[in-house]
């Protein structure tokens, strides 16, 4: 497990960097609010713990920009402001869980581990998927997912779905998909996109996605 420690007291990241690492946790620590966004979109970690007290940015600052820019990593506030309405704006500015100062480093380590079951059981898309539906475009792997499922689709399929959903809401034409799916290949008649389509449609029965065909316009994908 990767884990993004954002906390200014160097006595306290120090044991805590330790008690992590000796627990099988790769930790790296900011120690700047200023700098915590930039650690955390370059890590891209599997869990984030947040004290609120920083140096540049405080830490509900940096918590916020964050969940604006799509970051939708777990996080812990880790810090000494304890009271109910400061849990409740932690929370609120969209904290995962909250532990006062002092605390159990016991009791942090099997908040952590919770909070990255938690996310690994259920995914939440990043923000540069696409989603249509109950489909969901991974960018960064080129991989099409039904749910937690990835989808077995031929490469033609998958590259004509793909420009579908790189168009939600938008029709695209049956010429730019021919591009796409047949690159090059002036062997093949115009119609075999055609073939595609109906291999997909049959195949996105059950999902609650239709691929649609709007005459004159091309084709478009759209949840049920």
Excluded at 7 to 16: K, S, V
Excluded at 38 to 66: F, H, I, M, R
Excluded at 197 to 224: C, F, H, N, Q
Aim: charged share 25%; aromatic share 4%.
């Amino acid at each position: 497990m990767h884990l993004l420690l954002i906390e200014d007291d160097p006595a306290l990241f120090t044991t805590l960097q330790r008690s992590l690492v000796r627990a099988q946790m790769r930790v790296d620590v900011c120690s700047d609010g200023a700098q915590a966004l930039t650690y955390w979109n370059t890590l891209q970690p599997d869990v984030v713990v947040l004290d609120l007290s920083l140096p540049g940015v405080d830490g509900l600052d940096v918590l916020k920009q964050a969940r604006r820019s799509g970051l939708r990593t777990p996080v812990l506030i880790l810090t000494a402001r304890g009271t109910v309405g400061d849990k409740v704006l932690g929370l609120n500015a969209g904290a995962d869980d909250y532990l006062p100062k002092p605390f159990d480093l016991d009791e942090l380590e099997a908040r952590i581990r919770a909070l990255h079951r938690r996310n690994a059981d259920n995914p939440t898309p990043q923000s540069s998927d696409l989603l249509v539906g109950e489909l969901r475009l991974d960018r960064n792997s080129g991989a099409i997912y039904h749910r937690h499922e990835v989808l077995d689709l031929t490469p033609r399929e998958l590259a004509l779905m793909t420009a579908l959903m790189l168009r939600p809401g938008h029709a695209v034409s049956k010429e730019r998909l021919f591009e796409v799916v047949f690159p090059g290949q002036v062997d093949v008649q115009f119609e075999a996109i055609e073939v595609v389509v109906y291999r997909l449609r049959k195949k996105l029965t059950a999902m609650r996605v239709s691929l649609v065909t709007l005459r004159g316009l091309g084709y478009l994908l759209k949840a049920d």
